[in-house]
C-alpha cells in the first residue's frame, strides 16, 4: 500500500549540478503533477502530465525538465540548479480527471548552495 | 486572475474552543474546492472535496461548507492534535488540471 513515493526525501546540492526528483506512484493514476512549495507563495505547479509521453508546463516551469515513459513515473530534473530552486518539492497524482482530488507525496526537501 | 486566499494566516486556540477557518475564491468556472491538512514535514493530506454551493461534508471535528464566493473549514471542540496547516485548493474548468492553493492557515491548539 506504497500509494505515491518520492526520493530522495532531502537533498543537497551545489549550483549549476544537474538533479533528479524522482516520483512513483502505484495507483495506475493517469494525472502526475509537480509542485513546489515555498514560505509566503503556498504551493505552485511546475509540470503535470496527463498520461505517458504528454507532459504540459504549469505556472513556473522554468529551469526544469520532465518526463513520462512510464505511467507510475514522473521524474522532475532540474539541469542546472540554482539557489533560486532550493525549496520542497511535491509530487501528486489523480486518477479519473484533472478535477479530481489529488493525493500528494511526503515531499523531497531540496538545499542548491 | 484566479486567486485564492485564506484567513486568518494563523490561528491560536484554546482545547474545545470551536473556530471557522476561510477561504475565498476568485476564479472563472470552479470544478471543485479541496481541502488538505499538511502536518510539518509532510505532503499535504487530504480531508474533503467540495463540488457545488450549498454542499457541506464533515469528518470527525472538521466540517467544510461552500458558497459561490468562499468555503470555510469550521473546526468543533478541536484537539491539540488538530493542530496543523490546513490548506485550501480550487480546480478549475478547462484541460489544465493543477489546482490553486491558499497559503494556509496554521492551526495552534492549546491544552
Known amino acids: 500500500d506504497a500509494g505515491i513515493t518520492q526520493s530522495p526525501r532531502y537533498k543537497i546540492t551545489e549550483t549549476g549540478r544537474q538533479v533528479t526528483l524522482m516520483c512513483h506512484q502505484t495507483w495506475s493514476h493517469s494525472y502526475m503533477f509537480w509542485y513546489r512549495q515555498d514560505l509566503g507563495h503556498g504551493l505552485r505547479l511546475i509540470y503535470y502530465?496527463?498520461?505517458?509521453?504528454?507532459?504540459d508546463k504549469g505556472e513556473v516551469p522554468d529551469g526544469y525538465v520532465v518526463s513520462r515513459s512510464k505511467t507510475e513515473n514522473f521524474p522532475l530534473t532540474l539541469e542546472s540548479a540554482t539557489r533560486s530552486q532550493t525549496s520542497v518539492y511535491f509530487c501528486?497524482?489523480?486518477?479519473?480527471?484533472?478535477?479530481?482530488?489529488?493525493?500528494f507525496g511526503p515531499g523531497t526537501r531540496l538545499t542548491v548552495l | 486572475e484566479d486567486q485564492v486566499t485564506q484567513s486568518p494566516e494563523a490561528l491560536r486556540l484554546q482545547e474545545g474552543e470551536s473556530s471557522s477557518l476561510n477561504c475565498s475564491y476568485t476564479v472563472s468556472g470552479l470544478r471543485g474546492l479541496f481541502w488538505y491538512r499538511q502536518d510539518p514535514g509532510k505532503g499535504p493530506e487530504f480531508l474533503f472535496t467540495?463540488?457545488?454551493a450549498g454542499e457541506e461534508k464533515e469528518k470527525e471535528r472538521l466540517k467544510a461548507t461552500l458558497t459561490k464566493k468562499e468555503s470555510f473549514l469550521h473546526i468543533t471542540a478541536p484537539k491539540p492534535e488538530d493542530s496543523a496547516t490546513y490548506l485550501c485548493?480550487?480546480?478549475?474548468?478547462?484541460?489544465?488540471?493543477?489546482?490553486?492553493f491558499g497559503k494556509g492557515t496554521k492551526l495552534s491548539v492549546k491544552p
Open positions: 467540495l463540488y457545488s
Open positions: 502530465s496527463a498520461a505517458a509521453d504528454i507532459t
Open positions: 485548493a480550487v480546480s478549475l474548468g478547462g484541460s489544465q488540471g493543477n489546482l490553486i
Open positions: 501528486a497524482s489523480t486518477a479519473l480527471t484533472s478535477a479530481d482530488t489529488q493525493y
